[in-house]
């Protein structure tokens, strides 16, 4: 089973690269953040017409998660257990669903904005009930093979930055984030993604200002964390980095991050 992540920054807007990049690479599961839209709005049928269905959940033109497969999907949870809201308004940045026997967990981390803001602890916050759910998932059933797949809006390592100076002070890099992210490995899911993608340089977000994709200064924040069970299953990850490139004129502008994937053995 190939198991895809990709932040697409609008679903809508990129329907044609996402279809595309579908049929081109394979995959059997996709899970999406920022999709931009409610329900209602998110284009189901280009999703369809591949044999791909869909779970979904965003209530505006801000956030938004989803999950495709084409290999069932079922059982499908709007947010875990103990997540917190958002100004007391639950935000739409976590969907799980089983598909093909794996338990996919499609979620958007909080940015942070800045050290100072609320949004920063919020983000921490966030972070932290995720880590407490996920350890009771694993305590509950070892052997489940769960994937916590998304946009984590952290860069663990200095490695995942192309400038650490360009960060100081900022939020994405900071000890308390880079803890929380850690926290969760501690719970007994690992980064299944980074054994196949070492090294500094290998990036999956690249900022549209300043020619940064180009300039290959890039940073590393989407990642799929596996549980013991779906670590034991993957034979390959990847980061489709091409995805990224600008396509042909007249045609809409890629998503700020490029999709990453792994294929599991069965």
């Known amino acids: 089973m190939r198991l895809a992540t990709w932040n697409v920054n609008s679903i809508r807007s990129r329907i044609d690269r996402v279809t595309d990049w579908l049929e081109r690479a394979d995959v059997d599961v996709l899970a999406m953040q920022e999709t931009k839209c409610t329900d209602a709005q998110f284009p189901t049928m280009p999703f369809a017409a591949l044999g791909y269905e869909v779970a979904h959940v ?27 809201a958002w100004n007391d308004a639950a935000e739409a940045r976590a969907i799980g669903a089983t598909c093909g026997g794996v338990r996919v967990w ?24 995720l880590k407490n759910t996920a350890s009771g998932w694993l305590s509950d059933d070892p052997s489940s093979p769960v994937a916590l797949v998304g946009d984590w809006n952290i860069a663990p390592t200095d490695e995942d930055v192309w400038a650490v100076e360009a960060f100081q002070g900022s939020t994405h890099v900071t000890a308390p984030e880079r803890a929380a992210f850690g926290a969760i490995g501690d719970a ?20 549209y200002t300043q020619l940064r994709f180009p300039k290959r200064q890039g940073m590393r924040i989407d990642f799929i964390l596996g549980s013991p069970a779906l670590a034991a299953r993957v034979t390959h990850g990847e980061i489709a980095r091409d995805e990224r490139k600008p396509g042909k004129k007249g045609t809409p502008a890629p998503s700020d991050h490029a999709p990453v994937f792994v294929d599991l053995s069965d």
Do not use: C, M
């Open 58 to 84: 965003g209530h505006n033109q801000w956030n938004g998660v989803a999950i495709a497969s084409r290999v069932g999907i079922d059982d499908v949870t709007i947010g875990f257990d103990q997540q917190p």
């Open 106 to 129: 499609s979620l958007y981390v909080p940015n942070g904005r800045t050290v100072e803001d609320p949004h920063y602890a919020y983000k921490l916050e966030w972070l932290a009930a």
């Open 188 to 207: 007994g899911f690992a980064d299944v993604v980074r054994p196949f993608t070492p090294g500094p340089g290998v990036y999956t977000y690249w900022d």
